[in-house]
């Protein structure tokens, strides 16, 4: 049973780009949840997604943006790259959109802005 | 909103030693709690979590966290500390029965386990 799976493993960006972020949920999952973890630092979140939809946002500029497809997977966007998006980006999986499912993570991608 | 405090950003602990992760959470509202590990260029890892009822909980690996209401706290606990032990561990909380589980992590505290 594969795990959640995220891709690319690295990137390097340069100040201004844009780039794309991709996660595959852990299988029977439909609920998708991005977290920024930046060096020394708790992860942060950014959203969640659920039923194709954002359901929940947290303190992160329009900047980030993202979808879900109707198999569950989902994206993230980050637009007009700035040094301070540096960081670890963390994917999460679960069964439904509340709080007693646990969220299983992925390896995450690790961004970095020059 | 909620927040979660976790008082030692590191905390070095020879082998087979006990160690103890402080973590202290602020929130208007009932919460989930959990504590995650993360391994080395590693994602995170569920170590346990309370949800209700027993007050101690205790992961397969010999952790164990009490829940405290009255003091708003979720510590993490191990008698016995072995090198494989050696990650940065997260305690996180979500509200309880709201749609949507966001959770809100503390700093994290890294632990060292030395020979």
């Known amino acids: ?114 | 909103a909620q927040s979660v405090t976790q008082l030692d950003s590191q905390v070095p602990v020879f082998e087979e030693a006990p160690v103890e992760l402080r973590c202290n959470y602020s929130s208007s509202v009932s919460v989930y709690l959990f504590w995650y590990v993360q391994y080395p260029n590693q994602g995170l890892q569920l170590l346990l979590k309370y949800l209700s009822g027993s007050t101690l909980v205790e992961s397969i690996n010999g952790f164990e966290a009490e829940f405290n209401k009255s003091q708003t706290s979720f510590h993490l606990r191990k008698p016995s500390v072995h090198i494989s032990d050696t990650a940065e561990y997260f305690c996180a909380v979500t509200k309880w029965g709201a749609a949507g589980n966001k959770l809100t992590f503390g700093g994290g505290t890294r632990v060292l386990v030395k020979p």
């Open chain 1, 1 to 114: 049973d594969a795990g959640v799976t995220q891709s690319p493993t690295h990137l390097i960006k340069t100040r201004g780009q844009q780039v794309t972020l991709r996660c595959s949920p852990k299988s029977g999952h439909d609920t998708v949840s991005w977290y920024q973890q930046a060096l020394g630092q708790g992860p942060q979140f950014i959203f969640q997604y659920y039923e194709e939809e954002e359901r929940q946002r947290g303190n992160f500029p329009d900047r980030f943006s993202g979808h879900q497809f109707p198999n569950y997977s989902s994206e993230l966007n980050v637009n007009a790259l700035l040094l301070g998006d540096s960081a670890l980006y963390l994917c999460a999986s679960s069964l439904g959109d509340r709080g007693v499912h646990e969220q299983y993570f992925g390896p995450g991608t690790r961004l970095t802005v020059t």
